[in-house]
């Protein structure tokens, strides 16, 4: 099983709610990430866990709340969104935080999140 | 500091070949890769070089590396409609243990 999967596939929130993103990963990573990617844009790293503790977060406002409940899981709770955090939310996973070329980042199809 | 750039589009006929090019900054980097997006998807890594390397090699594709003067690019070889996609380029942004991606080129394809 070579796959990261993101629920939901689609999200539609308002400025008030509070909502939850979500990423597994059963490759046994120990290292799994959160990217921002707005349209014709690059991916942006948001955060990285590493063995479960959160090792990087690139200055990310604090209504994005990452969370690493187990080895196989990711999530990002959302509160209180701009509609400028409109986006594809990307999550990553791989062996280890390493950035050795063969330890590749495995992708999920991310989750197109929509503020109003 | 970090920066990848990257033409935005590239066309090219079915069957020719596509060269997709990217220059980069961190003369440290170890690693420089090359991801595939395809529209509503994640990203795929389809091959990287070490920095020590001036060529790879992988079936339709090849890589070259000048790090003289921090350039990279990927050529897919015999373009079939199957390789319309976005394609980034991405350095090993060592001081940072992080990869930075440049702004993808979009590859369409003609018959």
Known sequence: DTEVTQTPKHLV?????????????????????????KAK?????MFVYS????????????????????????????????PEDSALYLCASSQDQGLAGDNEQFFGPGTRLTVL | GEDVEQSLFLSVREGDSSVINCTYTDSSSTYLYWYKQEPGAGLQLLTYIFSNMDMKQDQRLTVLLNKKDKHLSLRIADTQT???????????YSSASKIIFGSGTRLSIRP
């Not at chain 1, 844009?41 to 790293?45: I, R, T």
């Not at chain 2, 199957?82 to 090993?92: Q, R």
Request: hydrophobic content about 30%; some cysteine; overall charge positive.
């Open chain 1, 13 to 37: 929130m308002g400025m008030t709610n509070k909502k939850s993103l979500k990423c597994e990963q059963h490759m046994g990573h120990r290292a799994m990430y959160w990217y921002k990617q």
């Open chain 2, 82 to 92: 199957g390789d319309s996609a976005i394609y980034f380029c991405a350095e090993m």
């Open chain 1, 51 to 82: 063995y479960e503790k959160l090792s990087i977060n690139e200055s990310v406002p604090s209504r994005f709340s990452p969370e690493c409940p187990n080895s196989s899981l990711l999530n990002l709770h959302l509160h209180a969104l701009q």
């Open chain 1, 41 to 45: 844009k690059p991916p942006e790293l």
